[in-house]
């Protein structure tokens, strides 16, 4: 990392490698070194907003979602890693129901409601928003897709049973 000049995509590639690791105390201050000598860097916005998840830093990284999801607005999973987060985020500073629909929904467009992870999402944000017969609908959905593929979700079955009786999900802190 010794160079005459920063450069935006060696701090993200140290930063990303360190991360993969599980060593996000160290990756996160390049991959933040990265976003200043390149805030259009999605893949680093990306890479911090996961980074800052695992650390339990859930605002900072629904804020690197976003952006990553305003560079790249067609990128499923950057859609459902934000979408996921302000539905079911242990805090409410965190939430945003009514940006966690408008993601799942665009997520499940993309995807012509073939996914079942971006029908999940979608189910969650429905919760998050109070809309719980929709969310029933979606997580049924998912749950029906995933059966003719031949996989079953029981983390899913739990959720519907929760928006089938008027609750929200929430990730555990």
């Keep these: ?7 935006a995509k060696a701090h993200l590639n140290l930063g990303s490698i360190l991360c993969s690791e599980q060593r996000f105390e160290e990756g ?9 000598l ?19 830093r859930r605002a900072q990284a629904a804020t690197h979602f976003a952006l990553a999801v305003e560079e790249e607005p067609d990128n499923l999973f950057l859609l ?4 996921w987060l302000l539905a079911t985020s242990p805090e409410d500073d965190v939430r945003d129901a009514a940006r966690a629909v408008e993601v ?11 996914d079942p992870l971006s029908l999940d999402t979608l189910a969650a944000a429905y919760a998050e928003a ?33 928006y089938t009786s008027g609750q929200k999900f929430r990730e555990s802190r």
């Design 28 to 36: 996160v201050p390049h991959l933040e070194r990265a976003v200043a």
């Design 80 to 83: 459902n890693r934000l979408g």
């Design 130 to 162: 109070g809309r719980f017969n929709e969310a029933a609908a979606t997580a049924h959905e998912a749950l029906e897709l995933e059966a003719r593929r031949g996989t079953v979700d029981r983390a899913l079955a739990d959720r519907l049973s929760l």
């Design 104 to 114: 799942g929904e665009r997520a499940v467009r993309l995807t012509s409601r073939q």
């Design 1 to 7: 990392m010794r160079l005459k000049e920063p450069v």
């Design 38 to 56: 390149d805030p259009d860097l999605s893949t680093a916005h990306a890479n911090l907003g996961e980074a800052y998840g695992a650390l339990g």
